[in-house]
């Protein structure tokens, strides 16, 4: 395999060790390989005492990386057992955990499409960069899935029901909107990402940010506060629903018409799941309990349609089951949260106590 097929590139220039997914036509989709590839890179560079700054980029002009690589999960869930699903889960929400966690600034250039698995290597990175290109989400209710890769955590931090908002939803949020919800640190615009990146060679990372940082455009969320705060602070999905109807923003109808097209059984895990992960503390039991939800997904009938119809067919027409809100019973929810026993991710452990602090 030639470098430029290879689907993660890695070199270093000066001070700096550069992290490059390398599948631009895919959007730079993670597989299996990837993580490990990273993940290797990630061991070698922590006790390589000339590497002071690791840096992620993606490929191509389009994003860092459009999340995981959903096609071979539809795969696995439809023609097989799953087994190759949970074992990608399982090293991915590893890599998460770990990139919260690496003791040297690890810097994630989250330029374009930053969406899934893509955030979860670049947004629990201490040094988190947006531009004015950025479009970053978590849409995974839009394929009968919930948000994975540490999304609960971080979209449980957000202020107010902004994280719920976004989990819900799956909307996309611009560089202004990323920084009030605390998906990223700095904005600095695209043209200047390069000489940024460049600057890291010589500098440090808080040298080259006092040259390139620049104010952020102005996001939408934070006009919108009002009703997102009220209308998500329901008890329950449908509750949501209903308040969102009476709002006379329209953002609120599209918000409540995206809603309404999205995988109900996805929606009400989602509401369940974020409401857990607040209280649950540190990153790493947010990702014990996404792996429960997550491989309880692949025998859920809305994973497979929804990524056939969103990805595979295209024809935008999925066919939930149930089909309602209202059909979701509490019982359908818990199924998602039940322990594995010996298949539990188990990255906390008994004594996880410490919150991951940017």
């Given at each position: 395999m030639t470098g430029a097929e290879e689907p993660v590139?890695?070199?270093t220039a000066g001070r700096a060790a550069h992290i490059t997914l390398n599948r631009p036509k895919a959007l730079n989709a993670l597989n299996h390989a990837m993580v490990r590839r990273i993940d290797e890179a990630l061991t070698a560079w922590e006790h390589d005492p000339a590497?002071?700054?690791?840096?992620?980029?993606?490929?191509?002009?389009?994003g860092l990386c459009a999340?995981?690589?959903?096609?071979?999960?539809?795969?696995?869930?439809r023609d097989g057992d799953g087994t190759a699903s949970a074992a990608f889960w399982r090293d991915e929400y590893h890599l998460n955990a770990r990139i919260a966690r690496y003791p040297k600034p690890y810097v994630a250039v989250m330029d374009g499409i930053v969406m899934g698995g893509g955030v979860g290597v670049s947004a629990h990175g201490s040094v988190r960069i947006v531009t004015e290109r950025s479009r970053i989400a978590m849409p995974e209710t839009g394929i009968g899935f919930v948000?994975?890769?540490?999304?609960?955590?971080?979209?449980?931090?957000?202020?107010?029901e902004l994280g719920t908002h976004l989990a819900l939803t799956g909307a996309p949020i611009g560089a202004g909107d990323a920084l009030l919800c605390g998906l990223a640190d700095h904005f600095v615009p695209a043209d200047a990402v390069r000489h940024f990146i460049d600057d890291l060679a010589g500098n440090s990372v808080r040298e080259a940010l006092a040259r390139h940082v620049q104010p952020p455009p102005q996001g939408e969320l934070s006009?919108?506060?009002?009703?997102?705060?009220y209308c998500y602070a329901a008890d329950s999905v449908e509750e949501t629903?209903?308040?969102l109807l009476a709002q006379s923003d329209p953002a609120a109808k599209e918000a409540v018409e995206s809603l309404l097209a999205k995988s109900p059984t996805a929606l009400k895990v989602t509401h369940a799941a974020l409401r857990r992960a607040r209280g649950l503390g540190p990153l790493e039991r947010a990702l014990d309990q996404e792996y429960r939800v997550s491989c309880a997904a692949l025998s859920s009938p809305d994973l497979v349609e929804g990524i056939r119809a969103q990805v595979i067919d295209k024809d935008r027409t999925p066919r939930w089951s149930p089909a309602t809100l209202v059909e979701v019973t509490d019982a359908d929810i818990e199924r998602f949260f039940a322990p594995l026993g010996e298949r539990e991710l188990g990255l906390a452990?008994?004594?996880a106590t410490t919150e991951v602090a940017w």
């Open positions: 590139l890695l070199h590497v002071e700054t690791v840096v992620i980029t993606g490929a191509g002009e389009r999340g995981g690589d959903i096609r071979s999960i539809h795969d696995d869930a948000p994975d890769v540490g999304g609960t955590y971080l979209l449980g931090l957000a202020p107010g006009g919108r506060r009002q009703w997102i705060d629903v209903e308040r452990g008994p004594d």
